[in-house]
């Protein structure tokens, strides 16, 4: 039970640090050496295309495209 009462501390002081860390945005910085990105398995130009029909107009607003 002592080794659970200090990996329950152990998680929840790198919990309060997570918690305090500076976020703004998508400024992911606090993350850099901790995380993995893979490549998404599918396309959303592709996805909305089906849908698009000639007579419509579309503004793609936030999804990150730029």
Known sequence: MNA???????WRTS????????FSG???SHL???WQEGGIPWDYGEIVREFLQDSMELLDM???GG
């Open 32 to 34: 850099d050496g901790r």
């Open 62 to 64: 936030g999804t990150g």
């Open 15 to 22: 919990w309060k640090a997570e918690e305090a860390a500076s």
């Open 4 to 10: 659970e009462m200090t990996n329950q501390e152990q």
């Open 26 to 28: 998508w400024d992911f």
